[in-house]
């Protein structure tokens, strides 16, 4: 089992800084304009040729009302009538993905992200999932990783009973925080009665799975009430975590600008916050995954990070990333073997794209022999807290100190300041780190100079 984290204030303080989350490498920061179309045919047929299984990640972006904290691609409107036009291109990219690829490719894992998934009627939701069924090969023994993404206030007894029959297996539950002054700034009104009754249904229900979403530093909180909020959520008894760092961007997340900012918490306090919510999840018996990311022991991600089969992709820790991601929807990311590509981010535009017969692909970018090399050095400092140089060196074909000699002073530096160890042959990052391990990956990352760092939220 892997050392429990160490709380260190100052190395916190020194190497808490702005950089990616790396769900990829290269970041999405890298995409650009001359990856279409094209591209990803070209991807599609070498995964039906190398029969991969597949992850689809489907994009619902309607919400009935807005959260102020929430930077989603999404939709607000009352108008439940705006999802039937999307459903109908939606099923349109769904036809012409899939007859670039072979019945027998199998879909480990599905996730309905969003927006609200559950902003669509039962009847839709219906007739989406045997889309799906129709044009893809979704397992139907209950085995895949089926999951969605649930707002208790829109979602019942009856709604889990539907999203249960349809095969889902997993539930991701937004919550963010318990207190209702917090609530209000957030425009997020959520009792605990309401998310408890889903979390009833969903285990009566046998879901497997059960993940409810927090974030710490929104208006209004204070290390006590939030510490109550994680109280109340440990009751629970869910399955994982996520503890979310809130990342006040208002000049380019235009629902973060109604967030009045001479309420948000001071850094101190949020770092409190997240200090003793890490440690009552401990106490919990709850493990730190990594990137804010918690577990308890017997958790599919606990068991496969101890295994050290734990994977990132665009939806996070996985035990499913080697599949090929195959994104559907308004902004959706697929990865498919080395090409990264991105659905437009604008409703119409990929509305008016398929309504052409067209795929909505705006931009990506395809790795090359040194992005390979780069994300698979950063996938395992993140995933597994350590790297055994020669398994980088027989996979790629390089020496590592040779390649990556001009980093060395600054691995010793941190190895100095306690955030790893550094040998001859491996990286540890030690428990002290383990909260700072995106800024370990940073030291690997050849894009970083290049990027504006406002663009990415603070490590902690």
């Known amino acids: 089992m892997l050392d429990a984290i160490r709380w260190d204030s100052d190395l916190i303080r020194r190497y ?102 559950t902003f669509l009627s039962h ?35 009856s709604t889990m009973g539907l999203l249960r029959e349809l095969g889902f297996n997993r539930v991701s539950i937004g919550l963010q925080d318990l207190d209702p002054a917090v609530q209000r700034a957030v425009n997020r009104l959520q009792s605990l009665e309401e998310t408890r009754a889903v979390i009833d249904a969903a285990r009566t229900l046998q879901f497997r799975s059960i993940n409810i979403d927090l974030i710490y530093g929104l208006p209004k909180q204070t290390p006590d009430n939030f510490a109550r909020t994680v ?23 235009m629902p973060q600008r109604r967030i009045n900012s001479s309420e948000l918490p001071s850094p101190a306090h949020k770092l ?85 017969a067209q795929l909505a692909t705006s931009r990506g970018l395809v790795c090359n022999a040194d992005d390979r090399l780069r994300r698979a050095v950063i996938q395992q400092l993140i995933c597994n807290f350590k790297l055994e140089f020669a398994e980088i060196e027989q996979q790629f074909n390089i020496d590592f100190q040779g390649y990556f000699g001009a980093l060395w002073p600054q691995l010793q530096g941190m190895a100095e300041d306690g955030l790893i160890r550094f040998e001859r042959e491996r990286i540890e990052v030690l428990p002290a780190g383990r909260l700072l391990v995106r800024s370990v990956c940073m030291v690997f990352d050849a894009y970083l100079e290049q990027q504006n760092r406002q663009r990415f939220s603070r490590v902690i």
């Open 16 to 117: 808490d800084l702005a950089g990616p989350r790396y769900t990829s490498y290269p970041t999405a920061v890298q995409f650009h304009g001359q990856v279409g179309t094209f591209d990803l045919f070209h991807a599609l047929r070498d995964s039906r040729k190398a029969q991969r299984p597949l992850s689809l990640y489907v994009h619902v972006p309607f919400c009935a009302n807005i959260c102020y904290y929430c930077a989603c691609n999404k939709v607000i409107t009352k108008d439940r009538g705006r999802a039937q036009p999307y459903l109908q291109r939606l099923e349109q990219e769904i036809q012409l993905i899939a007859c670039h690829l072979d019945s027998a490719q199998t879909v480990e894992q599905l996730h309905f992200g969003g927006g609200t998934p």
């Open 123 to 157: 009847d839709e939701l219906r007739q989406l999932m045997a889309h799906l069924r129709k044009h893809f090969n979704l397992l139907n023994d209950d085995s895949g990783d089926y999951g969605i993404e649930i707002d208790p206030r829109e979602a019942d007894w």
């Open 231 to 253: 109280e109340e959520v440990i009751s629970l008894q869910p399955d994982r975590l996520s503890v979310f760092n809130y990342a006040h961007l208002p000049e380019r997340f």
């Open 272 to 356: 409190e916050m997240l200090q003793r919510t890490i440690e009552q999840l401990t106490a919990a018996g709850y493990r730190y995954i990594g990137m804010d990311h918690f577990a308890l022991p017997d958790d599919e991600l606990a068991i496969a990070q101890e295994e050290q089969t734990l994977q990132r992709n665009f939806q996070g820790y996985t035990t499913h990333g080697h599949c090929d991601l195959i994104g559907l929807g308004v902004s959706a990311i697929s990865q498919i073997g080395d090409l990264y590509c991105q659905n437009s981010s604008d409703l119409n535009a990929y509305q008016n794209s398929l309504a052409s």
